[in-house]
């Protein structure tokens, strides 16, 4: 096994997650949009990702967080960190940032607008990146002192109630891969040994009503607007409902922290 190996193998996992063109053409809406809603998070908590981040700052240093969202990653830093630097793809996740500097754009291209920071944090964006070993290499480049990436062990979309969509509408079957496996093949082939720690917590983020819940995986599974009675039929098989907020599970999220120091 070489890093094209296991870069390839990433790359093209992630590939057959594409929707066929037949059932794309339909779709009258951005079947990956993700909504906003599943970023805020209403449960702050400092999560086992967060500790590894503070373990390497001190008080005044600055903190990178890549593919920010809504800086779940990194608010919880400051203090001890004196400034976050968010950099997000999307202009929606970036409006009233709590960040101190915001960049609209992809990483690695937007890395030299970003500089370099002491602790680099990148949330739950591995499986949106084809081009994995160029994207680590560029954390790790950005990084003065520690990386702490978080996945889901499992890809994202390797959800049941999406899979049961997609084969009741479409009779489609979903792949399953890349996982956190995969992704730690790519990062020690890139020439850098993270320290891989597994860990489960609640759900976060949700809906505050069950339409819009129902209407994002419409969408997902391409299909207009006057099928949602149907997609609702589904969702209320898997979803759950507490304190007001509809999430799409009740089971614990499977996640993993990987983080290493960076060489002088």
């Not at 094209?4 to 093209?12: E, F, I, M």
């Not at 940032?97 to 030299?112: F, R």
């Not at 499977?254 to 960076?262: G, M, S």
């Amino acid at each position: 096994m070489n890093q094209v190996d296991a870069a390839r193998r990433w790359k093209d996992a992630l590939a057959s997650w594409a929707i066929p063109e037949r059932i794309l053409a339909q779709a009258p809406e951005d079947p990956w949009a993700l909504p906003v809603a599943l970023f805020e998070n209403r449960q702050p908590e400092i999560t086992l990702s967060h500790r590894r981040a503070l373990d390497a700052l001190a008080a005044g240093d600055v903190v990178l967080d890549v593919g920010a969202g809504r800086c779940a990653m990194s608010l919880p830093l400051r203090p001890p960190a004196r400034r976050i630097v968010a950099v997000d793809s999307s202009e929606a996740m970036l409006e009233n940032s709590p960040a101190d500097l915001t960049i609209l754009g992809l990483w690695p291209d937007v890395a030299a607008r970003a500089g370099r920071a002491t602790v680099v944090v990148c949330g739950h964006v591995l499986y949106n990146v084809a081009d994995l070993t160029p994207f680590v290499k560029a954390l790790n480049t950005a990084a003065t002192r520690r990386v702490v990436i978080e996945i889901t062990r499992s890809h994202p979309r390797n959800r049941p109630l999406e899979r049961a969509l997609w084969k009741r509408v479409w009779n489609l079957e979903r792949p399953d891969g890349p996982g956190l496996e995969d992704a730690v093949a790519v990062i020690r082939e890139a020439g850098i040994e993270p320290s891989v720690e597994r860990w489960e917590t609640k759900q976060r983020g949700g809906f505050s009503n069950l339409k819009e819940l129902v209407s994002w995986m419409r969408r997902t599974v391409c299909l207009d607007p006057a099928r949602e009675d149907e997609v609702r039929a589904v969702v209320l098989d898997y979803v759950t409902e507490a304190d007001g907020v509809w999430r799409l599970s009740s089971e614990p999220r499977a996640l993993a922290t990987l983080w290493w120091d960076v060489r002088a």
